[in-house]
């Protein structure tokens, strides 16, 4: 657990990101000048994959949006924010002192932004997140989480809306395995935490713990698919993405573990699934989207979106949609003809409502500025003659 001790030695220098995507009309003056933004996404590493489908949605909301958010041109910065969170705070740090954006958007993974939100706090930038929550209660660096959001979800959210079902679907203990660091930590313990809460067991080794694997770099799961297959598991739940997702799926699927079901979050998710091919078929994974959702701005969406794309829209893309979707509606409250400042920007998204999304309504909660939404029970099956996340269930609604 060697990174969870590092992790606070990253909070040091500046802050990243993005303005994103929406399904709503812009309801800003056309007059104040250009707003620039930070636009923070993994250009390169492990969550490369997953950038790509950041980036994309944003251009993509962009695009239908005339180039504004809120009525207002934009000036995109955009930077690499990399798999590790001491890159991604140089980076932020060029967005804040050289760029002089206004707010910042993006980052996927949830080390870099622990690493980077307080530094965008201390200059007064809001930060949109669009990737993963980590737990920033218990961040002393902080002062509250004033200018903080998440237009996505918190890590362990996504555990612990599937911890019930699993329960009642699994007759038997239950192998946890994730990859380590601070993101892993929570999306796994969140599942063995609530799993355990309701009377389930662990078939892990040591004591019941979950196992981690290395992070970023790790080629070989097999010593581990062995022991989970030497195990009394009756299921696994697992956590992984980008490239670890699609070496753990490939080779579970090739493994002696094979025959028991797996269930996870993100691992089957995005363009991950298209490199994952038949290996993933029949996996199992919670999410708050998913492509098949029957509502209008899902059905809008989907269709600006395969008109230039290939595939069907992750949750990844939806997080980005929806963070513009966020400032564009923060942008446009603030009266015609007055400055689109920081402070502007953090105080309107505080008064925001109702977000009409495609993955179904949200609202940042006031506890966690996180959305309170409702998550999906999805398994990997042939649509059209492609492979896809197709919603079986619904599960939870979760936030605060």
Sequence with gaps: MTQRLRRRAFVTAAVAALALTATGCSSGSEDAGTVKIGWEIPKSGTYETLGKDLDAAFNLYLDTHGGKLGGRKVELKTV??????????????????QDEVVAMAGIQSSGSYEAIAPVAQENGIPLV??????????????????????????????GQSIAPYIKKKIDGPVY?????????YANVEGFTDEFKKI?????????????YTPFPKIDDFGPYLTKIANSDAKAVYCFYAGANAIDFVKQYAESDAADIPLYGAFYTEGKVLEAQGKSAKGMYSTMNYSPDLDNEANREYVAEWTKKEQGQPSVYATAAWDAAQVLDLA??????????TSEAITEAIGKLGKIKSPRGEWHLGEKTHAPIQKWYLRE????????????????????S
């Design 80 to 97: 690499d924010e990399t798999d590790k969170p001491e890159k991604a705070l140089d980076a932020a740090n060029k967005l804040i002192k």
């Design 129 to 158: 997140g669009a990737g993963g929550r980590p737990q920033l209660e218990k961040n002393k660096d902080l002062d509250g989480l004033k200018g903080l959001w998440h237009t996505s979800w918190i890590n362990a959210q996504t």
């Design 176 to 184: 946890a395995i994730g990859p380590d660091y601070e993101g892993g």
């Design 199 to 211: 009377g389930g067991k662990l078939a892990n080794e040591k004591d019941g713990k979950p196992t």
């Design 331 to 340: 942008i446009g409250s603030i009266p015609k003809g007055e400055e689109v």
């Design 380 to 399: 990997v099956k042939e649509d059209g003659g492609v492979l896809s996340n197709v919603r079986i269930e619904d599960l939870e609604t979760l936030g």
